[in-house]
């Protein structure tokens, strides 16, 4: 077994591995570069090396540095994480020369599943069964249309060196391929400097479900069951699930041999990944396979007990696998929801700063058998740059079924604090009440479909709003009672307090009547315009001022709500709803009523930058015309160019900055007349 291994990455999965690496009491080397020298995986590591300046491609893609950290640590063995250098054989390659072991797989095997076009025939050769199409590079656009006549349409371009749900583009008749093949073609060729596409079936309706391999360098081979991917977003995975509520025992052993069968055909010698795409028949289609460590491989752990890190460490000092197939059971349930620093009501644009507030829920197994687990990267008080990828934190929960995680999942997220940062956090809590991925009617278009228009906060309407009423009113409740108890009062006639409040949302209020029944629950009363009884909720709590979240149940169900105290209330979040609740007695109320409301800043006249960012290139001039939808400016944040688009029609009065110049959050960029 290795003495001292190196991390060559960053964020949530250095710590990971890390943690893995502690238990089997191997030391451990963190790298980093000059935006992360107070990052979580540098604290956590028993020691750190700096690598580089921010840009990755000077610090963590830079093969010649990792293999110079390695050199002066003395770091027998190298763990690449996801991402980065993970799947690059050049790097596996000068590992070798320099005598350090590789914590992943051969190059070899690298190099054969690295490209889509080659993946394929491989698999195919195999037994594999594919996606219908043709597994070689096109041509021209003529080519393309033959392909595409002789495959049928709708079908898709693929870049033969895409990855990371980028380089894909969706033709449903010749129209739209001929409108579509140069750009795959060119946008292949500038994102992953290979311009070879590809063409295969479109799957309508889809589900993505990949198989979990495991390898040796003895040529022993297993697989560790299913995981399901369908809830993405630009293709790209947000929340995960294993095992698949689609996949029943044949099917699954079906995938897992063919996954398996893959494995040994390319000699395959670690943990990897085939991902297969399921049509609505349940046939399935293999699309890719991901020659490492997975970001939602923690949903695997958790169903199977097995610690895949280890295993991966295990191998690659040349243990043979000491599981067999048939040792490989499934307890459970488990779901992966990933964190990310990014604004769902501006159509999930990143963000940036600093984490002012960084609260997750208590981690750990509970009294019913659930589990909660967090894989993090960051700290309060610790800084999102613009530079890496945004994800904050995978969040797992561990059910005995289904609806056990998911609502696991559904309190862990409602009471996960972050402040400081947009994130996705509502959103995801407003996903797991979301009837069709609760019954698992999902497809990779779910979100699309559920959420066209990004995500701006449930309304605090229905059960939901009656919940956060109810608790507005028992937190002024506990208030209200304090002020009573001021210590050296004396005793006198006591102030009588009214017991009907109004709970104001802003777009709607609620009369509710405050009882307590005499055995400490307090009922709250909701009442409609004409005093009468609409509903009668107990709630049960022990909130003090100051505390950041409830927790308490209502009606004798769980229920955890974030509170942020304003004036004359609180700022909720509950299960995808973020309001203000001021809560009022009914003169004050009355009174409120008349307030005028405070007028919104007009922006209709200016660009103001979304996020931090760095401005790549400026698409108009000053006094030009530019119509709904056009592009007005390219902002760089997190590895992502975000095209600006003029959002009504106008003429460009001023330009405020340059390609070249660093932008903060609302910046204006550009006025128009
Ligand atoms: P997973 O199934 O593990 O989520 P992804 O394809 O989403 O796999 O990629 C995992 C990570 O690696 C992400 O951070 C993604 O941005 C990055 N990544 C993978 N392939 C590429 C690529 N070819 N170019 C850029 N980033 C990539
Ligand atoms: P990447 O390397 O970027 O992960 P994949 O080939 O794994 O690329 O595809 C990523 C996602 O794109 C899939 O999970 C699926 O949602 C979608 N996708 C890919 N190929 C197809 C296809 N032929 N039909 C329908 N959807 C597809
Ligand atoms: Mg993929």
Known sequence: MFNKILIANRGEIACRIIRTARRLGIATVAVHSDADARALHVREADEAVHIGPAPAGESYLSIERMVDACRRTGAEAVHPGYGFLSENARFVRALDEAGIAFIGPNAAAIEAMGDKIESKRIAEAAGVSTVPGHPRAIADVREAADVAEDIGYPVMIKASAGGGGKGMRIARNGQELDDGFARAVSEAGSSFGDERVFIEKLIERPRHIEIQVLGDRHGNVIHLGERECSIQRRNQKVIEEAPSAFVDAAMRDAMGRQAVALAKAVGYDSAGTVEFIVDAAGNFYFLEMNTRLQVEHPVTELVTGIDIVEQMIRVAAGEPLAIEQSDVTFDGWAIEARIYAEDPSRNFLPSTGRLVHYRPPPEGLASDGSRVRIDSGVYEGGEISIYYDPLIAKLCTHGRDRDSAVDHMAHALDRFVIDGIRNNTAFLAAVMRNPRWRSADISTGFLAEEYPDGFSGMPPEGRAGRILASIAAAMDDV???????????????????????????????????????????????????????????????????????????????????????????????????????????????????????????????????????????????????????????????????????????GVVARINCKPGDTLAVDDVIMEFE
């Open 479 to 649: 208030e209200n009672r304090r002020k009573r108890r001021i210590s050296g009062q004396m005793d006198g006639r006591p102030v009588v307090f009214a017991s009907r409040r109004v709970v104001d949302f802003g777009t709607a209020s609620q009369r509710v009547e405050v009882l307590e029944d005499g055995r400490g629950l307090l009922r709250i009363v909701h009442l409609d315009a004409d005093g009468k009884i609409e509903a009668d909720v107990a709630v049960a709590g022990n909130w003090t001022p100051g505390k950041r979240v409830w927790e308490g149940e209502v009606d004798g169900v769980p229920v955890f709500v974030q509170v942020r105290p304003i004036l004359n209330g609180y700022r909720l979040s509950y299960a995808g709803i973020e309001t203000a609740a001021y809560v009022y007695t009914e003169t004050e109320a009355r009174l409120a009523a008349l307030m005028p409301a405070q007028a919104a800043a007009d922006t209709s006249r200016v660009l103001l930058c979304p996020m931090p960012g760095l401005m790549v290139s400026i698409a108009v001039e000053v006094g030009q015309e530019v119509k709904t939808g056009e592009p007005l400016c390219v902002v760089e944040a997190m590895k992502m160019e975000n095209i600006l688009r003029a959002e009504r029609d």
